[in-house]
């Protein structure tokens, strides 16, 4: 089944302790972007990749790290988390171009406490 | 600099009334424009997009350059239709920019 996984589904973790969500997408897709989705501010785009080792800031990218070492996996890293990025997290891929709609996992819901 | 408006957060009709979900955009190029809906507990999914020109569970789309709006229609609200409904502009840089969502409630 195509599909977009994300894991862990759901985190509660207190500030300043490292983090990594993961994103796996088996479609082949070469673009993998991540948002965050918050009350009232919809869905805000943190970081994007066009294809390996080609990443690219989002509108919210301060305090996020992203690779893109291999085409189907593109983790989300919170180097030192706090509170403010508390936040229900979606990966989503794409073919590439800008035709293609954008595939999305189930969401991690992250609370940093 | 890209930019989408969705100027109603909740919009609440009853069951066979038409409805109407205002997006409104801001772009300099030529826009490539999403209707993304999420429903209670799923993921987010392709509503339709404006390339394509089609019709999905009765919703259309028409791009109007004039009035750089991207409304989305039907013309007999379900009650399956209740969701988060998003619209979504991809400029030349592949960046896909969201408006904040409008919540359709139809009412029985």
């Known amino acids: 089944e195509a599909q977009v996984t994300q894991n862990p589904r759901y985190l509660i973790t207190v500030t300043g302790k490292k983090l990594t969500v993961t994103c796996s997408q088996n479609?082949?897709?070469?673009?993998m972007s991540w948002y965050r989705q918050d009350p009232g501010l919809g869905l805000r785009q943190i970081y994007y990749s066009m294809n390996v080792e080609v990443t690219d800031k989002g509108d919210v990218p301060e305090g996020y790290k992203v690779s893109r070492k291999e085409k189907r996996n593109f983790p989300l890293i919170l180097e030192s988390p706090s509170p403010n990025q508390t936040s229900l997290y979606f990966c989503?891929?794409?073919?590439?171009?800008?035709?293609?709609?954008?595939?999305f996992g189930d969401g991690t819901r992250l609370s940093i406490l | 600099a890209q930019r989408v408006t969705q100027p109603e957060k909740l919009l609440s009709v009853f069951k066979g009334a038409p409805v109407e979900l205002k997006c409104n955009y801001s772009y300099s190029g030529s826009p490539e424009l999403f209707w993304y809906v999420q429903y209670s507990r799923q993921r987010l999914q392709l509503l339709l997009r404006?390339?394509s020109r089609e019709s999905i569970k009765g919703f259309t789309a028409d791009l109007n350059k004039g009035e750089t709006s991207f409304h989305l229609k039907k013309p007999f609200a379900q009650e399956e239709d209740s969701a988060m409904y998003y619209c979504?502009?991809?400029?030349?840089?592949?960046?896909?920019?969201f408006g904040k969502g409008t919540k359709l409630t139809v009412n029985p």
């Open positions: 989503a891929s794409s073919l590439g171009g800008n035709y293609q709609p954008q595939h």
């Open positions: 979504a502009l991809m400029g030349g840089s592949e960046k896909l920019v």
């Open positions: 479609m082949n897709h070469e673009y």
């Open positions: 404006h390339i």
